[in-house]
């Protein structure tokens, strides 16, 4: 999969496979940058559910970049994500990252959206309403998600298909990291 990412946009040069703790049901490989959790980044995280691909903004530095192009060009983020909905539906999901210790970070899910939402005909209350959490919440998460069934993952090239999205996503990931 990163050989294929990187052939189309050398950012990702990188990857990082989650801990796989016994208490935990899923596993994760991120793609990016070496220093990939300073900037956003990709995900692909398998559970029983199926296989998530997500764009993931989770740190200060990414996060920062997130609330700057949010402020100076909104409409062009909004009109990347409508785009990136023409491929296929996602859910754009905002979390609010919560310290419970040294080492341990919660997160309480704050917003929800379909990527649906986003569209013109939708209006923009819902548009609205993202862009005042991620500037007025302290420490957000931004996930850009799409759940892959496991009956979609069977059959002729799922790695192939998995890179296909992840390549789509970037457009964002270039964006946000602008």
């Known amino acids: 999969m990163l050989a294929s990412l990187r052939a189309a946009e050398p950012f990702y040069g990188s990857f990082d496979v989650g801990n796989l703790p016994l208490a935990k049901s899923e596993c994760w490989v991120a793609f990016g940058p070496p220093e990939y959790k300073g900037v956003t980044h990709q995900t692909i995280s398998l559970a029983a559910d199926g296989l998530r691909i997500f ?3 989770e740190t200060k530095p ?3 970049h997130l609330r700057d192009v949010l402020k100076r060009r909104e409409p ?13 539906e996602f859910e754009l999901i905002l979390k609010e990252c ?5 080492r341990a970070t919660d997160y309480a899910e704050r917003v929800r959206l379909h990527s649906s939402l986003l569209l013109p005909e939708a209006g923009s209350t819902a548009w609205l309403v993202f862009v ?3 500037a007025t919440m302290r420490r957000p998460n931004l996930v850009i998600e799409r759940l892959l069934p496991p009956k979609q993952l069977i059959g002729p090239e799922p790695v192939q298909r998995v890179v296909d999205i992840l390549r789509r996503n970037h457009a964002i990931v ?3 990291n602008a």
């Open 55 to 57: 764009v993931n903004t």
């Open 62 to 64: 990414a996060i920062d």
């Open 76 to 88: 062009e983020a909004r009109r990347a994500l409508q785009t990136l909905h023409e491929s296929s």
């Open 98 to 102: 919560i310290q419970r210790g040294v």
């Open 132 to 134: 005042e959490a991620v």
């Open 174 to 176: 270039s964006l946000l």
